[in-house]
Antibody, heavy 117, light 110 residues
Framework: QITLKESGPTLVKPTQTLTLTCTFS??????????VGWIRQPPGKALEWLAL???????RYSPSLKSRLTITKDTSKNQVVLTMTNMDPVDTATYYC?????????WGQGTTVTVSS | QSVLTQPPSASGTPGQRVTISCSGS????????VNWYQQLPGTAPKLLIY???QRPSGVPDRFSGSKSGTSASLAISGLQSEDEADYYC???????????FGGGTKLTVL
């Protein structure tokens, strides 16, 4: 059974850097074709894809947020980490991680991050 | 402004068939497969359809997907009250080099 769980701070101040961790089980990020991505959803708004990292360390970022995002993986720990710099109140959202494989994906439950001073 | 365009709302009565459209371009739907997600209130999105028309295990066959050119559709037949949710389409975009979503469609069961 594939499971993913997001963790990180629930509250960050403007200009701070957000670090989120996705801890997963039931698959390996060293398996060919597997990727883990991050998606966010501001309150009452649509989903927005942020970043994706593949088994071979290929990384893809949302063009609009690329300068602020870094995605890394630790295969031995079954974790993917997303950092987002210079946080702003508009970045308040629920952040999800998801496993991507063979056209399908499995999502975590999400973690809510509020940006406020 | 979402890259993929969906109607903001849809509705139907129990037992009815409803369809939700998703319009894109040659760089996304036109050249890649489409996924559909169901998001019940207060929960994470759940994969409903992948690769245009495939259902993951456990998804009822009342849900079906199709794609033609740069548009895709999700059809729900035998509408039930528990189908009331937000529905999102998604596809890879070759120009942006990232997955893109539709703006979501809120389905109301009258």
């Amino acid at each position: 059974q594939i499971t993913l769980k997001e963790s990180g701070p629930t509250l960050v101040k403007p200009t701070q850097t957000l670090t989120l961790t996705c801890t997963f089980s039931g698959f390996s990020l060293s398996t060919s074709g597997v990727g883990v991505g991050w998606i966010r959803q501001p309150p009452g708004k649509a989903l927005e894809w942020l970043a994706l990292i593949y088994w071979d360390d290929d990384k893809r970022y949302s063009p609009s947020l690329k300068s602020r995002l870094t995605i890394t993986k630790d295969t031995s720990k079954n974790q993917v980490v997303l950092t987002m710099t210079n946080m702003d109140p508009v970045d308040t959202a629920t952040y999800y991680c998801a496993q991507i494989y063979g056209g399908m994906d499995v999502w975590g439950q999400g973690t809510t991050v509020t940006v406020s001073s | 402004q979402s890259v993929l365009t969906q109607p903001p709302s849809a509705s139907g009565t129990p037992g009815q068939r409803v369809t939700i459209s998703c319009s894109g371009s040659s760089s996304n739907i036109g050249s890649n497969t489409v996924n559909w997600y169901q998001q019940l209130p207060g929960t994470a999105p759940k994969l409903l359809i992948y690769s245009n028309n495939q259902r993951p295990s456990g998804v009822p066959d009342r849900f079906s997907g199709s794609k033609s050119g740069t548009s895709a559709s999700l059809a729900i037949s035998g509408l039930q009250s528990e189908d009331e949710a937000d529905y999102y389409c998604a596809a890879w975009d070759d120009s942006l080099n990232v997955r893109v979503f539709g703006g979501g469609t809120k389905l109301t069961v009258l």
